[in-house]
């Protein structure tokens, strides 16, 4: 059985997106696959209209190429965006996570950045070329150290499909 990751608030949602997957096998996320918001260019190609949770090497703006089935096979140019992720820990105290949560959003909205959230543990943040973010990457190196939080950015491997 496949496992969809999906985005309920993409942030390139228009009136006309198209929706295609990418199989998370090549990223050693056998069985899954990351539902992605694409919109048309017109030319046969597409650009990614959300921030990529699990992908590795597509970031918001990219533009791709999909295979017959839907699922992205190419990347064609980059947009030179970054996706920087976050996964927070559950810890003894359900306080803390609440309150991580928010400090991470007050600093994600301070920089001007967008982001999208898969529940209330995993945030996938946009980063725009020349942008600082360099308190927001202050807060998550203390969810890090203090808390066992896990973050990374989508280009640590390129991207790679199956087909």
């Given amino acids: 059985m496949t496992k969809f990751i999906v ?9 006309s997106n198209h929706i295609a997957h990418a199989d998370l096998a090549p990223f050693g996320l056998d069985g899954e696959v990351e539902q992605l918001w694409l919109r048309p260019l017109g030319d046969g190609t597409f650009s990614i209209s959300c921030i990529p949770f699990r992908t590795y090497g597509l970031a918001l703006g990219d533009r791709v190429l999909l295979s017959v089935d839907d699922e ?8 030179r965006h970054r996706v ?3 996964l927070l820990m559950p810890g003894p105290e359900p306080t803390r996570l609440v309150e991580a949560s928010a400090r991470i959003r007050r600093e994600i909205d301070a920089a001007g950045l967008l982001s999208e959230w898969s529940g209330d543990r995993h945030v996938a943040v946009d980063v725009p070329p020349r942008a600082a973010p360099t308190e927001l990457f202050k807060v998550m190196e203390r969810e890090a150290a203090e808390a066992g939080a896990f973050w990374e950015w989508a280009d640590a491997m390129p991207f790679s499909s199956r087909s």
Avoid: F, K, Q, W
Wanted: net charge negative.
């Fill in 72 to 79: 992205i096979s190419e990347v064609v140019e980059t947009s």
């Fill in 84 to 86: 920087l992720r976050m």
């Fill in 7 to 15: 985005h309920d608030d993409p942030v390139g949602r228009a009136a």
